[in-house]
Structure formats: structure tokens, C-alpha cells
């Protein structure tokens, strides 16, 4: 059963829902919601509260974001509401302290108000039990063996030579690649992994078989 804060959601979104399309992803200030939105004397048979105080009680647990369906800002204002909200006897009307907060609708929650779903809460993220918290840990290291590997340097294209059965050769100069790590640069004529080659003087681009820059006429120092 909707109580009193569901009711303030749900006018609330119909009001702006109302008024501009795209309305309900622009956040307003706090004070609109009790003042020009949903005041209390023109909505209170919407509402349905009994008294003016059950109004500023659900509008002090929407502005705190109770269930998620909306979030204030600055935070230690929305954290002083939430904390009142758990007092036995809460001041109601503390929100009205902090008018220039600005407010921020769940649209999750409101398109689904919208839509005619019955919850249209954001549910909670469901537990997860030790054992299925464990599977899911298994199923993860199955799937991925890689997860908690760092990622490669970009450029990277020469493999270990371990996973070779014969030892890599850098295709520039021919020697031979270190086979215990992974290489990204030759080290022994100092060129890429991949793209264009380089002039170790200079840096000019140059093609695979010369032997001197053309731009610094510095040996390449590969054939």
C-alpha cells in the first residue's frame, strides 16, 4: 500500500511530468517541492495526510532520499534530514532551513511511476550470500583469467617467446628477443613493436631494408 511519501512522489512526478517535457531530469530547489509544486493546501486530498504535519513529514523524507526516490545536495544537508528523520520526535519543518537545496528526482523511479508499474521504487541491489558471493568469485577467475592482470602497454605487438616454440626475432634486425618478458622495443636496433620505423638519430620515418635516415643520413643500424 502507497503511504504518505509514495503519494508526494508520485504528484510530484505528475506535476513535472506536466510542465516542460524533460522537466523531471532538470534538478530545482528543495524549496518548490512545499511552495510551488505540491504546496500543501491545494494537494492535501491528493496526498491524503491527516494532518498539515504528516505533509511536512513526507516532504522532510523525500528531501532526505528516503527509498531513493530523490537525492539532495550538498550532502551534509541531506545527511542533517536523514539523521532527523530517525529522531522519536523529529522537527518536521528543519527542511525548511535549507530552501536553496537543490533537489534531483530517481527518474529510474519516476519513468516507472509513469509507466503504471506498481513498484516503481528503485529495488535494492539483492545480497549476495557467502556461498553465492564464493561461485560467483569462481566463475569470474573461470571466465577471465586475465581480470587481475595489468593491461599491456599500448603497442605492445611482441609476444613472451615462451609461447613460441622457437625464439622470437625481431623482424627489423633479426636478433634475437628476450624470451622472459614482454618486449616493446627491440633491444638492440630500438624500433617499435609496429607501425612506421623510426630513425634512432633523428626520429625520421624510414622503410624496412634501409640502412641510412635520408633526412639525417645517420645509420639505421638494421639491414
Same mark, same amino acid.
Given at each position: 500500500m502507497? /503511504? /504518505?511519501?509514495d503519494r508526494l512522489f508520485e504528484r510530484l512526478v505528475s506535476v513535472l511530468a506536466d510542465d516542460a517535457p524533460g522537466r523531471l531530469a532538470v534538478p530545482f530547489p528543495a524549496s518548490e517541492v512545499y511552495e510551488r509544486l505540491v504546496p500543501y493546501r491545494s494537494n492535501r486530498s491528493i496526498l491524503k495526510v491527516a494532518t498539515h504535519q504528516d505533509y511536512e513529514m513526507a516532504v522532510l523524507r523525500l528531501l532526505a532520499g528516503e527509498r531513493g526516490y530523490a537525492a539532495l545536495e550538498p550532502a551534509e544537508v541531506r545527511d542533517a534530514l536523514q539523521r532527523e528523520t530517525g529522531e522519536s520526535n523529529p522537527d518536521t519543518t528543519l527542511f525548511r532551513q535549507f530552501p536553496d537545496a537543490i533537489l534531483s528526482l530517481n527518474r529510474l523511479a519516476a519513468e516507472r511511476f509513469l509507466r503504471g508499474e506498481r513498484a516503481f521504487a528503485p529495488p535494492p541491489p539483492p545480497p549476495l550470500s557467502a556461498s553465492d558471493a564464493s561461485d560467483e568469485s569462481g566463475q569470474e577467475d573461470q571466465e577471465d583469467p586475465e581480470h587481475d592482470e595489468k593491461p599491456p602497454l599500448s603497442g605492445a605487438a611482441f609476444e613472451l617467446a615462451e609461447q613460441s616454440e622457437s625464439p622470437r626475432q625481431c623482424p627489423y634486425c633479426g636478433e634475437t628477443l628476450p624470451g622472459s618478458r614482454k618486449v616493446n622495443f627491440c633491444p638492440q636496433c630500438g624500433q617499435p613493436p609496429s607501425g612506421e620505423l623510426r630513425c634512432p638519430a633523428? !626520429? !625520421?620515418? #624510414? /622503410? #624496412?631494408g634501409w640502412r641510412y635516415c635520408v633526412s639525417c643520413g645517420r645509420a639505421t643500424g638494421f639491414e
Open positions: 502507497p /503511504d /504518505d511519501l633523428c !626520429g !625520421g620515418e #624510414v /622503410d #624496412v
